[in-house]
């Protein structure tokens, strides 16, 4: 059995006749009902009303719908189309401004970890140790100064005091 052929006995039922009426004259009824039918269809529609109790059940319905749709509240304050629109491209320009704002963001982060990296002092592979001061005399009854002892004014040397000290680098 083809498409068509299947169609075709879709078409010859009383059902699919029926159903076809009905969506028929619904059509006409609305039309009607706004007055936007000709002469023609007009008097048409009044002859179906007055004899058709299915095109009666209908326009009763669509009637009542329309009666709804008039009654409905109406924006005290409607917005224009124009103002409407110009708030729907503001938002998505500020939407537009905070996606630029955290990729600026992101690629700033990404920018300052990658010039870090290459820093020779904030590398990961740059290992600082500690340095040992040069051995001293191995009298430790003299670690700290006397105070019965002569201070000597002598200037300090340079070469002493870095030997001495503990570098971190």
């Known amino acids: 059995m083809t498409l068509n052929h299947f ?24 039309c009607y009902l706004d007055g936007e039918v000709t002469p023609e269809e007009r008097k048409q529609a009044e002859r ?19 009666s709804g749709v008039q009654l409905m509240p109406v924006a005290e304050n409607p917005v ?16 537009r401004q905070r996606r630029l704002a955290w990729g600026g963001t992101a690629i700033a982060a990404m920018f300052v970890a990658a010039v870090s990296g290459l820093s020779p002092h904030l590398g990961p592979n740059n290992q600082q140790f500690a340095h040992t001061p040069a ?30 000290a503990l570098f971190i680098e």
Not at 7 to 30: G, K, T
Not at 80 to 95: G, L, N, P, Y
Not at 136 to 152: C, H, K, Q, W
């Open 48 to 66: 179906l009303l007055a004899c058709d109790s299915e095109a009666r059940q209908i326009y009763q319905q669509l009637s009542c719908i329309s």
């Open 135 to 164: 051995p001293v005399s191995e009298d430790i009854g003299n670690l700290a100064p006397s105070e019965t002892e002569p201070r000597s004014e002598q200037p300090l040397n340079r070469e002493d005091i870095t030997s001495r």
């Open 7 to 30: 169609d075709d006995q879709f078409e010859d039922s009383p059902q699919a006749h029926d159903a076809e009426r009905a969506e028929d004259l619904f059509v006409l009824l609305s």
């Open 80 to 95: 224009s189309a124009e103002e409407t629109t110009a708030k729907v491209f503001a938002r998505m320009r500020q939407q």
